[in-house]
């Protein structure tokens, strides 16, 4: 498509993208945001509090142009399904090494050219006092920024807000994540996840712990 976005990155195919955009104006949906100007990221899918999140994210990004990739089980990458799934975008990663799941998936950004890895660090649908830290730590361990994907439910926008190289400075990136999401509205608002991470709180409580005495 010679009108196409322009991304350093993995791209949608072209009937991909017409498709999409279809099914958004159907939908009443826009497509917002500047591209990735890195071909490999952490795409902060955010807030998740419907199961609509997931296919609304991917035709807003098809629409931009931008292909996610997603993690999935290793077994769902054997036949017959291998093709499909791989063509959509799922990464295999053995999730019985749960402890070693932030190094599989740099072991992946390792091993590609590009990728835009679609995480949502909400972690679940209904409310939780914190988001999941798995994805800071992919993105750190495997030295990639974030793509700071959102979907509007008010205003019917979804997209990207822009990059962020984390610091590992825990609380600077979270206000800055904080700043960025503060008025992106899910479906259920009363459903959205508080964007802090427990390692906040264990940092609070260190610095805490000298005054006490």
Not at 41 to 69: C, E, K, Q
Not at 146 to 163: A, H, M, N, P
């Amino acid at each position: 498509m010679s009108d196409a976005p322009t991304h350093a990155g993995p791209r949608a195919p072209w009937f991909g993208q017409l498709f999409s955009k279809f099914v958004l104006w159907l939908i009443g949906w826009k497509a917002v945001g500047s591209m990735p100007s890195v071909p490999k990221a952490l795409f902060v899918a955010s807030p998740h509090t419907t199961l609509w999140d997931g296919p609304i994210m991917v035709f807003v990004a098809w629409t931009l142009g931008v292909r996610l990739s997603f993690i999935t089980k290793q077994e769902a990458l054997r036949f017959p399904f291998k093709t499909f799934v791989t063509y959509f975008g799922g990464i295999g990663v053995d999730r019985s090494k749960s402890n070693d799941m932030v190094s599989q998936v740099a072991q992946r950004f390792a091993e590609r050219e590009g990728m835009y890895l679609a995480v949502a660090p909400d972690g679940t649908r209904k409310r939780a006092d914190h988001w999941r830290s798995g994805f800071y730590h992919m993105a750190r361990k495997a030295d990639v920024p974030l793509v700071l994907g959102f979907l509007d439910y008010k205003t019917k926008r979804g997209g990207i807000l822009g990059e962020y190289t984390l610091t590992g400075d825990m609380k600077r990136d979270m206000d800055h994540l904080r700043a960025v999401y503060a008025d992106v509205v899910g479906k259920f608002p009363d459903q959205h996840s508080v964007i802090r991470l427990m390692g906040e709180d264990e940092a609070d409580a260190a610095a805490a712990a000298p005054a006490a005495r």
